[in-house]
């Protein structure tokens, strides 16, 4: 990895562990990816602070990756991420995400999303959003996504449909079903997704691969260590049918959480 990604994940990680709020957290975590076939392998730091004030959440995140492919090639790249949530109501809620990196098949490279939540029921959250995504060698792609979740005590359930609308490609869409099971005491969790769609490269960033076919689960366990810290542990596995190549993704996750 060059210079660069260090220094933006240094940087970020020392100025989050200087501030001072009353609801904040810091987190450091890295991930590793390994792809079948002769896609090589990515390797991603990231470092993220969030503060809650009032009825607003503000989380800053810096990325620094480097992906490998078969054969040599190889790409550096580094991507800073700000995202802010705000309640305005008792039933009515906004999420606002903006992202930005250099021109390289690691990260995407600028990204605008724009998310509305609506409580319709006493459990029952509904949203819509739309998110613009701009890829390396001028890929782009523009998205419309509704999304439901359903809370019980311990249980949230939630599912959401994405249709992708890729430069010189076919429409495209996704569908993610997401379950948090929290434990019965304490704040850990754990937390499955499974994956299924035709927008590949909304997994993978191969400057190769567009289009296709994915299905991936993915596992996290949110497992506190004290008061303050907590430890997330994840594993997740991609399926990719595409004109290029049939492969596979297998990605380990593991960060560490500090809050004050």
Request: cysteine-free.
């Amino acid at each position: 990895m060059n210079n660069m990604p260090r220094l933006v994940f240094a940087s970020l990680l020392i100025g989050s562990a200087s501030a001072h709020a009353t609801d904040s957290w810091v987190t450091a975590a890295l991930s590793h990816t390994n792809y079948t076939n002769g896609f090589g392998e990515r390797d991603i730091l990231s470092a993220e602070y969030g503060h809650v004030f009032d009825a607003n959440t503000l989380v800053l995140k810096a990325f620094g990756g480097t992906r490998d492919y078969d054969g040599g090639t190889s790409f550096d790249d580094a991507s800073l991420s700000g995202t802010f949530y705000r309640d305005w109501n008792d039933k009515f809620s906004t999420r606002t995400n903006l992202a930005i990196s250099k021109d390289e098949p690691v990260f995407a490279n600028r990204v605008l999303d724009q998310e509305f939540s609506y409580k319709a029921f006493p459990n029952t959250v509904l949203t819509v959003g739309a998110k613009h995504t701009e890829y390396s060698d001028g890929v782009e792609s523009n998205a419309w996504y509704s999304a439901a979740a359903y809370y019980f005590d311990r249980v949230m359930i939630r599912y959401r449909y994405t249709h992708y609308n890729l430069s010189g490609i076919d429409d495209s869409y996704g569908n993610l079903l997401t379950i948090r099971l929290k434990d019965r005491e304490g704040a850990g969790s754990t937390q499955l997704w499974l994956g299924q769609g035709t927008s590949v490269q909304e997994y993978d960033w191969s400057p190769t691969v567009q289009s296709g076919d994915y299905k991936s689960v993915a596992l996290r366990r949110v497992q506190p260590v004290s008061q303050n810290v907590t430890l997330n542990l994840g594993l997740s596995q991609a399926w990719y049918d595409t004109p290029v190549s049939n492969y596979k993704g297998l990605t380990s996750n593991l960060g560490l959480t500090y809050r004050w």
